[in-house]
């Protein structure tokens, strides 16, 4: 597969070689929620695995449908001479507060149902800067202080979570024709908006979910992208040398070291090094945009093996998390094409992919009454396609996914595919698709609703979202966010998910 990539970049470097510089953007429509400096990606939108969210934002900043992806903040000096190194430099501090309401039932809580009732408290800053140290490089840094508290209503308990996180840090040199970015990076691939099946360069921020910090749901990697843009085309190379960690990865690390110490008298290295890199071609017609991918890259669901053994029919049955669990991140191949075309007054935007060994989660109880979650790896398309409309003041996106997963091993039970009383016993292929419609309006001039409405199926998953921003006076806002998800009980665990969170937050820019 890597000489596959190797080939594919000496052919798309042949016919990327034209050195003028087209200044159309992709058609994207935002709502500003930053004003002094704008994301080179500004609208994400998405859903969580488990709360409706993933790694996009629906209530990401907004400009003309029509205007570029890539603002040049020197606009308002722009017939003034520069006096370089320039410095923009916009802040953030947000004060939320709200309710978190869950039902887990069958999954490492024994029998019983544990229904949570929380409130919440967030306090959080955030700093973006660029700096402009000639025409042709800048450098911009991207960072964030959370700190999350929450109670517990019927534990009468309070815990605390906190971070700093860089989420973006790179150098970006602009030679005409061509650029390069180098250092942490958020990275989006595809056009579709939401949902997107090539979107999966970053993974996902856990805090940011919790604390429904909607800017930030993405974690950078630190690589490196290559561009090379023509008069109609683009060919873009990004890269990186490390893995991506996350708790669970560096949980298992520490367990895995600790029984080499106790077993032997020397620790066997560990390389945080990892080849992953991606090539993007993409050729711009007068009405629709066409562009295909192919990357070696990290999976951003990563391998999981977890047995909850609280109600097993074993003697003596273990039911401690840590002895069963482990974590750990694999690579997979993925390649596809996709368009983003203008059809008059309205936007069609798709994805095609295929994924070579991509992971999914099986869960079952077996034979002891043990309840068994593990990874399987199977090839899978995954396809969407999105329409999106304007109409004064009101944007509507109608979004179409669909998921299939070719040859499964036998005794698993998919989740999200399938909802089994007793594990499959057959090779089988596994489909899912889901629907999801948004709107966006705008009030006025200083309030904004947001609503998202999404169900998948065949195993049915319902999310809904809704938001409300209001300008209280230049640089003070006022936001209301209220999130709705749940999933049908798992046949063969007897396993429910819901949840229910209101959100209200005050947003001052300085």
Avoid: C
Avoid at 327 to 338: I, K, M, S
Avoid at 375 to 400: H, P, R
Avoid at 457 to 472: D, H, I, Q, R, T
Avoid at 496 to 503: G, H, R
């Amino acid at each position: 597969m890597r000489y596959l990539l190797l080939l594919l970049l000496s052919f798309t470097l042949l016919i990327a070689s034209d050195p003028q510089v087209k200044p159309e953007g992709q058609i994207l429509l935002s709502m500003n929620d930053d004003p002094g400096l704008e994301d080179e990606s500004e609208l994400e939108l998405g859903d969580e695995s488990e709360m409706g969210l993933e790694d996009e934002d629906p209530l990401a900043d907004s400009d003309d449908p029509l205007a570029d992806d890539e603002p040049d903040l020197n606009d308002a000096v722009a017939e003034e001479k520069v006096h370089f190194p320039t410095i923009t430099t916009s802040n953030l501090y947000r004060l939320a507060t709200g309710n978190k309401k869950y039902l887990r039932r069958g999954f490492a809580t024994g029998s019983d149902s544990e229904n949570e009732d929380q409130a919440a408290l967030v306090n959080a800053y955030s700093m973006k800067s660029k700096i402009s140290y000639s025409e042709d490089v800048t450098f911009l840094f991207r960072y964030s202080i959370t700190f999350l508290q929450e109670y517990d209503v019927k534990e009468e308990r309070y815990t605390d979570d906190g971070e700093l996180r860089v989420n973006e840090a790179y150098v970006k040199v602009d030679r005409g024709a061509y650029n390069y970015k180098l250092g942490a990076l958020i990275i989006d691939n595809g056009p579709l908006d939401f949902d997107s099946p090539s979107n999966v360069l970053n993974m996902n921020n856990a805090l940011a979910i919790e604390s429904f910090d909607l800017k930030n749901l993405k974690q950078a990697f630190v690589g490196a992208q290559f561009s090379s843009v023509g008069e109609n085309s683009t060919f873009t190379m990004t890269t990186s040398v490390l893995k991506p960690e996350t708790a669970g990865t560096e949980y298992t690390r520490y367990l895995e070291e600790a029984k080499e110490r106790d077993t032997s008298d020397t620790v066997e290295d560990y390389s945080e090094l990892s080849d992953n890199i991606g090539l993007r071609y993409q050729h711009m017609f007068s009405s629709v945009d066409i562009g295909i991918s192919a990357f070696y890259w990290f999976d951003k669901d990563t391998e999981i093996s977890w047995t909850d053994t609280s109600n097993a029919t074993v003697p003596n049955p273990n039911a401690n998390f840590s002895d069963t669990y482990s974590e750990r991140v694999t690579n997979l191949f993925f390649t596809g094409l996709d368009f983003d075309a203008n059809l008059g007054g309205s936007v069609l935007k798709g994805e095609f992919y295929y994924f070579h060994n991509k992971n999914n989660y099986s869960f079952f109880s077996n034979s002891n009454n043990e309840k068994v979650f593990s990874t399987i790896q199977s090839d899978m398309f995954s396809g969407a396609i999105s329409l999106e409309k304007v109409w004064g003041d009101l944007f509507m996106m109608a979004v179409y996914s669909h998921k299939e997963l070719f040859d499964v091993q036998a005794g698993t039970n998919i989740l999200d595919y399938e909802n089994e009383e007793s594990n499959n016993t057959l090779l089988r292929d596994l489909r899912t698709q889901k629907a999801t419609l948004i709107a966006r309006y705008a009030l006025n001039a200083k309030t904004k609703l947001i609503m998202t409405y999404g169900e998948s199926f065949p195993v049915k998953k319902v999310s809904a979202l809704l938001g409300l921003e209001y300008e209280v006076m230049p640089k003070h806002d006022l936001g209301f966010k209220a999130l709705y998800f749940d999933v049908e009980e798992h046949v063969s665990t007897l396993s429910k998910l819901n949840t229910k969170q209101i959100f209200i937050d005050y947003k001052y820019h300085f």
